[in-house]
């Protein structure tokens, strides 16, 4: 009779239903063609079960049959012996079906977009690198590459300190449904659409520098993404929790820019401006994605 090794009965408790029924169909219809021989010798043969994920269950099958019945038994129920081993069980699934949890991926564009903020600081107040001030945007000077560069400066530990924490958080929120590309270039569009909007609205003597705009850019994605995705009462609580904080910001925003009468300070000031569009930045890049 056929043997089954314990790595088949491990194959058939981290397989699929489909899986284990394939295995068990496929023993049984070994079972019947060699149950009368009379050969005392037993191979060993390696099936693979294909899983609907990248991964896949090894099974050892000792038998009797020869290679041809193994052929036709392994063809008819869809096993592969001439693939190499896994090395890695399968994950188990979640209760919607997707094998591995968002949570449990590296935010790798959140943590890139954090490391450059930090190190430009780094380079700009603790290393004091003259060069460094060529980054910020000048308005009565603009050079191109400024209206990405000032992005990622600040102008003291307090102005980055909060800018990188809500960098973390929603910046982690949007790249785990739009992925590394989708925060970076989120980042980006709404980064330049506010350096845009701070050069195109305030005065020439205005130096605009930080990562703010960006931020409030991805407030806005992060909101619209969620709805995006379909609602139910998960997606529901957490657009809310997300959106009202939002609004808050964009609505203290607004109060603060009628209140200036839209002047800012060069040096020092808050660029209400920049808060706003890009906001309006993050808002366009959904709507035209």
């Keep these: 009779m056929n043997v089954l090794t314990s790595q088949s009965i491990l194959c058939a408790r981290f397989g699929t239903a489909d899986g284990h029924n394939k295995l068990r169909q496929a023993t049984r219809a070994l079972t019947a063609r060699t149950a009368f021989r009379a050969r005392p010798s037993q191979t060993s043969h390696s099936w693979i079960i294909p899983q609907p994920t ?6 050892i099958v000792k038998t009797r049959a020869s290679k041809d019945e193994l052929g036709d038994i392994m063809s008819k129920y869809n096993f592969d012996g001439k693939q190499p081993a896994p090395t890695t069980i399968r994950p188990p699934s979640t209760a919607s079906g997707q094998v591995a949890r968002a949570s449990d991926k590296v935010p790798y564009g959140t943590f890139l977009i954090l490391l450059l903020n930090v190190g430009i600081f780094v380079a700009d107040h603790v290393l004091h690198l003259p060069m460094m001030h060529s980054l910020y945007l000048y308005h009565y000077h603009a050079r191109w590459f400024q209206f990405v560069t000032n992005t990622f400066c600040h102008a003291s530990w307090s102005h980055l300190s909060g800018n990188i924490f809500f960098l973390y958080i929603f910046g982690k929120l949007v790249e785990e449904d739009e992925g590394t590309a989708g925060v970076l270039l989120t980042y980006l569009v709404t980064g330049v659409g506010a350096s845009i909007a701070s050069y195109l609205l305030l005065s020439s003597n205005t130096v605009s520098l ?7 850019g991805l407030f806005a994605v992060s909101v619209l993404v969620k709805l995006s995705r379909g609602l139910n009462l998960w997606k529901i609580m957490e657009t809310f929790i997300l959106g009202q904080f939002v609004m808050e910001q964009i609505t203290r925003e607004m109060k603060m820019q009628v209140a200036v009468g839209g002047k800012i300070a060069a040096s020092g000031g808050v660029n209400h401006i920049a808060h706003l ?3 309006l930045a993050g808002v366009g890049l959904i709507w035209l994605l």
């Design 54 to 59: 990248s991964y896949q269950a090894r099974c």
């Design 210 to 216: 930080g990562a703010s705009g960006a931020v409030f």
């Design 277 to 279: 569009s890009g906001a």
